[in-house]
């Protein structure tokens, strides 16, 4: 009994429970498949590597960047601790939490008293592509938005049946929704101010010792959100609320949440969309005329309106008052979610003197439609040239190799953690991702954007050997691996026991008779490091005559393998130096311990090597 009251408010009919119930299922079964078979994107891995790994995501504690969506982070650590670190274990929380957005989406929905518009809004709540993709992702905006529709559930159910339980609930779920999104924060904000508003005109004419209480107790379960609005405020101060930009809402905003929720954007759609919007605020206006009051605005069909626009209006404020870049994509996805229930509801409310009205509705199935046809599981939605197949790894991987050490690789920076990442899944044991200088010419294999074969020159020392158009990347080998001569090698400079020194060289040489040469650096040590992870680089730098570093390579040591035990040669690794410039004077192989943590190399070797180039000197 206790749990059908939390459905008898809705108008779906037994039949059309059942309905939904086996759409959920279908729905989520897809969202297991897409979690496992989606390649893995740089956001997601930056996660991984920076919070989820080193179970460090509570500010001020930990790397400070907006990528930190901080309950995804803490949810995630527990999944990755428990179940590993494969695609799906790491986006478990928020394939899971499609219970939660289904559950909220249907209780709004519910509301609704024309059977059309109900299931157009189910459906336009909870099978948009760009949404469902962000539910198989291991980032903080599908979980972000299903806590934001089941809030607002209960923030509905407390106008309804005014019980505080309904407010404790919409409060702490909104707080974890913004705990995973930040940029949250501004319907958050207006939304509690709405609570208070409602406080004031119930309990101000007659009842003041009430509101004091009321209010207090509104005031006291809101304050966690200060935590959250100083968080952002000081990535603000940090120059980490790096996304958007600042040439115009439309620009930005309107074409990019046009562009992902309609798959397209023209002028036509964004007058339409503009008429929408204004017509929403006609209609608070009128209902507020009408009723002579301002209650209507306690009604989801204004109350959903009102928010939208206070939002759009608190965002040219935070831009043209604060410079905060106008919000694009992702960091603007919650107003799609404000834009169609208010869309519904108006309509709804309309059409019980109108019935024709509903009709309008019809647009919403658009959203579902588009779904069907991007229903592709292993198939990017969005932001398809950040990630990397693990096809093109296991063909560099399994590529025969006649030099000492792995296969070296040159990318793009946004394929390095994932490089990293699928090496990380086999032991750690294949190449960096080379980025300096790419599309260079001297790593044995190279990653290509498709858009930039064409390269002529490219083609006149590699071969392409395996495409991954999901990716929108081609690998390429080359023709002839450069050939690499020794000219140098030494034992490592060895530590005294375990040490937490921030800098270590392990081997320090002059390199003025080696100008204008590629070179490959490479070490085979033991390695012992009591952290897990060992956040460290393994670089090398070159020095001018002053001391001045004027070029560097890095092998991230965490990135590559968590637990370096200190079993004999664990560490085979190198990196390519492209040129060495004229003014280069001393080579420092080095360990940069990143937090000073503990760790020993009792032994090992370097080797450099000469590449003897077939190109023209590109540097």
Request: aromatic share 18%; glycine share 4%; hydrophobic share 45%.
């Amino acid at each position: 009994m206790k749990f059908a009251s939390y459905f008898n408010k809705l108008l779906f009919s037994k039949a059309e429970r059942i309905i939904a119930l086996s759409l959920f299922i279908l729905m989520w079964v897809y969202l297991f498949i897409k979690a496992t078979y989606l390649p893995v994107l740089h956001d997601e891995l930056a996660t991984f590597f920076y919070y989820i790994q080193t179970d460090n995501y509570l500010p001020p504690f930990a790397h400070w960047d907006a990528n930190n969506h901080v309950l995804n982070s803490f949810l995630s650590a527990i999944s990755y601790k428990t179940f590993g670190m494969s695609p799906l274990a790491l986006r478990l929380p928020n394939v899971l939490s499609f219970i939660v957005l289904f559950y909220g989406a249907f209780q709004i929905s519910g509301r609704l008293q024309s059977k059309l518009l109900r299931w157009a809004l189910l459906l336009a709540l909870t099978s948009s592509p760009y949404l469902l993709e962000y539910l198989a992702q291991c980032r903080g905006y599908g979980l972000s938005i299903s806590l934001f529709l089941l809030a607002f559930s209960y923030f509905i159910q407390f106008f309804e049946n005014k019980q505080r339980k309904y407010l404790v609930l919409f409060i702490i779920i909104l707080f974890l929704a913004t705990a995973a999104n930040l940029t949250l924060v501004v319907p958050a904000v207006i939304s509690i101010s709405i609570l208070g508003f409602f406080l004031l005109i119930t309990y101000l004419p007659n009842q003041r010792p009430k509101l004091i209480k009321e209010l207090g107790f509104l005031i006291l379960l809101s304050l966690p959100f200060l935590f959250l609005i100083k968080f952002s405020f000081e990535l603000k101060e940090r120059g980490a609320l790096y996304y958007g930009g600042d040439t115009g809402f439309y620009d930005f905003t309107v074409r990019s949440l046009s562009n992902l929720y309609l798959g397209h954007y023209n002028y036509v759609i964004a007058c339409f969309v503009t008429l929408l919007f204004l017509c929403f605020g006609i209609y608070i206006l009128y209902k507020f005329k009408s009723k002579k009051s301002l209650l209507p605005l306690f009604k989801p069909a204004v109350f959903f309106s009102f928010l939208l626009i206070s939002s759009v209006a608190a965002i040219l404020f935070l831009s043209y008052g604060m410079g905060v870049n106008f919000p694009e994509d992702r960091a603007a996805m919650y107003l799609y979610f404000l834009y169609v229930p208010s869309f519904a509801f108006i309509l709804d409310d309309i059409s019980k003197k109108r019935p024709s009205m509903k009709w309008v509705g019809i647009l919403l199935f658009y959203v579902p439609i588009l779904s069907i046809l991007n229903a592709q599981p292993n198939e990017p939605y969005f932001t398809s040239q950040d990630r990397t197949s693990p096809e093109l790894f296991e063909y560099v991987a399994n590529t025969p190799n006649n030099f000492k050490f792995p296969n070296t690789v040159g990318g793009y920076k946004t394929q390095e953690f994932c490089w990293y990442y699928l090496s990380a899944l086999k032991g750690g044991l294949q190449s960096k991702l080379h980025t300096n200088y790419h599309i260079a010419l001297d790593a044995d294999f190279q990653l290509v954007r498709d858009g930039r074969i064409e390269d002529s020159i490219l083609f006149d020392f590699y071969k392409p050997v395996k495409a991954d158009p999901i990716a929108d990347l081609t690998l390429f080998e080359r023709k002839e691996k450069l050939p690499k001569k020794l000219i140098y090698s030494a034992d490592i400079n060895p530590t005294a026991g375990f040490i937490e020194d921030e800098f270590y060289n392990i081997l320090e040489i002059d390199i003025d008779s080696l100008t204008n040469k590629t070179l490959y650096l490479g070490a085979e040590m033991t390695l012992d490091a009591k952290i897990k992870p060992f956040i460290s680089w393994l670089s090398a730098t070159v020095f001018d005559s002053d001391g001045k570093p004027i070029y560097s390579e890095y092998i991230a040591l965490d990135w590559l393998r968590k637990d370096w035990d200190g079993t004999l040669n664990n560490l085979l690794q190198g990196t390519l130096l492209h040129n060495i410039t004229e003014d280069a004077r001393v080579l420092k192989f080095y360990i940069w311990n990143i937090e000073k943590t503990s760790f020993s190399i009792p032994n090992g070797k370097c080797y450099l090597y000469e590449l003897k180039r077939d190109f023209p000197n590109q540097y």
